[in-house]
């Protein structure tokens, strides 16, 4: 199995590799979803000058969702 790599990613890009077989809207949605509704990932996130809103993840954003949800596709 392919490593994950750790690089700046859209939402939807992002949500895709949690949720392959979902649109590009609901993929996002739902990963914040899990995003939102984990208040020790939205507290490290808003470390990083994480904002709502926001539609790219910096490297450092996706090490912690990945940090805390666990890496895609395992």
Do not use: C
């Not at 949690?18 to 979803?33: D, K, V």
């Not at 939205?42 to 790219?56: A, F, H, P, W």
């Amino acid at each position: 199995m392919k490593k994950f790599i750790i690089r700046p990613y859209r939402i939807q890009e992002l949500g895709l590799h949690y949720f392959p077989y979902s649109t590009p809207n609901s993929a996002s949605q739902q990963l914040m979803r899990w995003v939102y509704y984990n208040p020790y990932l939205m507290k490290d996130l808003e470390k990083t000058s994480y904002r709502v809103g926001q539609r790219i993840l910096t490297p450092r954003q996706v090490s912690l969702i990945i940090e805390h949800l666990g890496e895609p596709g395992t």
